[in-house]
């Protein structure tokens, strides 16, 4: 979850749980490894993940895009359409017309921001793509 401070936005902890589909998740966890995934079915698996302790600033998002089709190096392009910032969004738990402000609020933050969309082929795996994304974050610093 994102929240505003200021003019500022800090990103909360998520969930420690992802679905992850059956390739995904052997990539993640190097084989199996069956304490650490809670439940599947034919299409995913739910993982426990180890997660963030607390809130950190937000100093860029980025969308991954992974294509079975992908290329083997992540490319990174631009995303500045307000439609993929919005579907990034849980905009079907809006029960007030305060929630859809505060969610409009909050894209319009990001949407200053640095945002960018990954696109990755099924052979880029997660050490690699996370190396990518601290390499690009320090070269925009």
Do not use: W, Y
Request: proline content about 8%.
């Amino acid at each position: 979850m994102l929240e505003r401070r200021g003019e500022g936005l800090v990103g909360h902890p998520g969930s420690p749980v992802a679905g992850l589909d059956h390739l995904e998740a052997k990539r993640l966890l190097n084989g199996p490894s069956r304490n650490r995934v809670l439940g599947e079915n034919t299409r995913e698996q739910l993982v426990l993940m180890p997660g963030a302790a607390e809130p950190v600033p937000l100093a860029a998002l980025f969308l991954l895009d992974r294509r079975p089709d992908g290329p083997r190096q992540p490319c990174f392009t631009a995303s500045v359409d307000a439609h993929t910032l919005l579907a990034a969004t849980f905009n079907f738990v809006l029960a007030s017309p305060r929630r859809l402000r505060g969610l409009l609020d909050v894209c319009a933050l990001v949407a200053q921001r640095r945002v960018e969309r990954i696109l990755v082929g099924p052979t880029v795996d997660v050490a690699q793509l996370a190396e990518v994304v601290r390499q690009r974050l320090g070269a925009s610093a």
